[in-house]
């Protein structure tokens, strides 16, 4: 059987966290890499997750299996015509941007379409670059498929595999339905986000005391809006037409609200926050998602020295490791004074185990 090789074409965290999951999950793979970055390089060569790093795209990505195209979307033309000359016939190309029709037509006009299969891995972090890369992120997340028409069956079921190999939930779609998917799922949540954040900076005082307590929902909400400003600048330019049109059904629904706000309407308003609640509580419970899930639980402790320690003291007496602790300062959406992150859903089961056991009283976030 002949050994994988795999090149990437930037090397953040999107191409990072594959590269790691390919290295788990295909241990002798050979793995190839070009990065503008070279420190992102080297970390990576320091790992062994990559085997050859590059300082340029040249002929050492004619032997791969898989090339994934992972630098910003606006570099794309210009590495596709530099990949042009080395690219053999029998390679997968591939890409993990969240905009579709546009990379779909540009490899159409190069005429790799017989080659091309579209991928956008639905997950993400508020950080980015090589050093947050996590071969996790892949896990339980859906990985969107959109082959170009002429890419056989058997090409298609071989990315489909090792896909599925990493951890990932594939999905196949055309590149138009796949890119309003996203507008509405992915990207106009990221502008509504970053609105509310500049409502409330625009808003606030001068003592700053909305962004003092902000906590709870509102923290929830615009957590997304900490991603990266480049990246969504460019998704927003790619994608325009998608988002523009869903913003304005938005902005057309969010007027509706406020006449039943300045009408006092208690019925329509009830039923407005009825039908949300139903309908988010219908989401499939997944990891899946632009932004990693949560394990996070709160709990009630006394308020004295020593409580909190005596927590990390005994979580860590059973090897529960710990993300994140702290205070909730705003009880507004969330029951328990202390709040406590962990890596994954095994750790947080264990957490919660071992301390209703010693009688701590726990609330799950939802």
């Keep these: ?46 790992e062994h997750v990559v085997d050859t790093i590059c300082s340029a795209i040249d002929d050492s990505f004619s032997a791969c299996d898989y090339i994934f195209l992972c630098a910003p979307v606006a570099h794309n033309d210009d590495n596709l015509l530099i990949l042009k000359k080395y690219l053999s016939t029998e390679t997968i190309l591939t890409d993990v941007g969240s905009v579709k029709t546009g990379i779909h037509r540009q490899i159409e006009s190069l005429g790799f379409q017989d080659q091309f299969i579209g991928g956008h891995p639905m997950t993400g972090s508020e950080r980015f670059g090589y050093q947050n890369s996590n071969a996790s992120l892949l896990e339980n997340a859906y990985y969107i498929l959109t082959p170009s028409d002429t890419v056989t069956k058997g090409k298609l079921a071989g990315y489909r595999e090792l896909v599925e190999s990493i951890g990932a939930i594939p999905l196949i779609l055309n590149c138009e339905e796949h890119d309003y998917v996203t507008a509405a799922i992915s990207h106009l949540p990221h502008v509504i986000a970053s609105s509310l954040v500049n409502l409330v900076r625009n808003c606030d005082s001068e003592e700053g005391i909305m962004k003092m307590i902000a906590a709870g929902g509102f923290k929830d909400i ?57 309908y988010r509580e219908s989401f499939i419970s997944t990891s899946s998602g632009p932004i990693k899930e949560e394990y996070v639980i709160t709990v009630d402790i006394a308020d004295k020295p020593g409580a909190i320690a005596a927590i990390a003291s005994l979580l860590s007496m059973h090897d529960v490791s710990i993300k994140n602790i702290g205070i909730n300062h705003n009880r507004e959406l969330a029951e328990g004074a202390l709040r406590i992150e962990f890596y994954d859903k095994n750790a947080i089961e264990q957490a919660i185990q071992i301390m209703t056991k010693h009688g701590y009283p726990i609330h799950t976030k939802k």
Aim: charged share 20%; net charge positive.
């Design 1 to 46: 059987m002949n050994t994988l090789t795999c090149g990437f074409i930037g090397l953040g965290l999107i191409g990072g966290s594959i590269a790691k999951a390919i290295r788990n999950a295909v241990p002798n793979a050979r793995i190839i890499a070009y990065d503008i970055n070279e420190s992102s390089l080297l970390l990576a060569h320091k």
């Design 222 to 278: 615009t957590r997304i809006a900490s991603s990266s400003p480049t990246m969504w600048q460019q998704i927003c330019l790619t994608n325009t037409d998608n988002i523009s049109k869903l913003l304005k059904l938005y902005i057309k629904y969010l007027t509706e609200i406020s006449d039943r706000l300045d009408s006092r309407s208690a019925d329509s308003l009830y039923d407005f926050f009825d039908t949300a609640r139903n």
